[in-house]
């Protein structure tokens, strides 16, 4: 089976620091996802992955980068956290060129105060 | 850009069907998705359409019009463990992107 591994499951912050929120897949996908979920707004890219340091911006990449220096990881980074980036965050991964099925992790739900 | 329509909560009864419906505007399309989601857990992958009709998966079936920018996910026999939400995505042209719905959460009682 896929896996698709999120380092933390709970993170809580301060307004201002810098977050790093990691994701592993074990498969050797070619892409790789960043989303937040939000009650109401469903599931919202935020930038994704071809390639080794390659990336791209999703629908909500604004006060977001990314890293992607494996191929098996693929980091989300919060520069200065805000109280607007608390959210569940979700990485997903799949096969092939382009989104194709997507396998999820279980999911980082950051706070932050 | 995508705009993609789902009813936020649905009701059903044990035994029954239900319908999710799903619509979509787009400016390009390459496939449509639907995923469960159990409160607390990733999504996971129930059915994809890129032609229109019909696709069976025993008790989940999903259809698409793409004239109508419209799918549909049929869930028969109804248990209590299909109590989820249901997202529906839309994958871009480029085949680069998909772009989810909010979601609609489905709760199946006794």
């Known amino acids: 089976d896929v896996k698709v591994t999120q380092s933390s499951r709970y993170l809580v912050k301060r307004t201002g620091e810098k977050v790093f929120l990691e994701c592993v897949q074990d498969m050797d996908h070619e892409n790789m996802f960043w989303y937040r979920q939000d009650p109401g707004l469903g599931l919202r890219l935020i930038y994704f992955s071809y390639d080794v340091k390659m990336k791209e911006k999703g629908d909500i990449p604004e006060g977001y980068s990314v890293s992607r220096e494996k191929k098996e990881r693929f980091s989300l980074i919060l520069e200065s956290a805000s109280t607007n980036q608390t959210s569940m965050y979700l990485c997903?991964?799949?096969?092939?060129?382009?989104?194709?099925?997507?396998?999820f992790g279980a999911g980082s739900r950051l706070t932050v105060l | 850009g995508q705009n993609i329509d789902q009813p936020t909560e649905m009701t059903a009864t044990e035994g029954a069907i239900v319908q999710i419906n799903c619509t979509y505007q787009t400016s390009g399309f390459n496939g449509l998705f639907w995923y469960q989601q159990h409160a607390g857990e990733a999504p996971t992958f129930l059915s994809y359409?890129?032609?229109?009709g019909l696709e069976e998966k025993g008790r989940f079936s999903s259809f698409l019009s793409r004239s109508k920018g419209y799918s549909y996910l049929l869930l028969k026999e109804l248990q209590m463990k299909d109590s989820a939400s249901y997202l529906c995505a839309v994958r871009d042209n480029a085949g680069n992107m998909l772009t989810f719905g909010g979601g609609t959460r489905l709760m199946v009682k006794p």
């Open positions: 359409n890129v032609l229109d």
């Open positions: 997903a991964s799949s096969y092939g060129s382009g989104a194709n099925v997507l396998t």
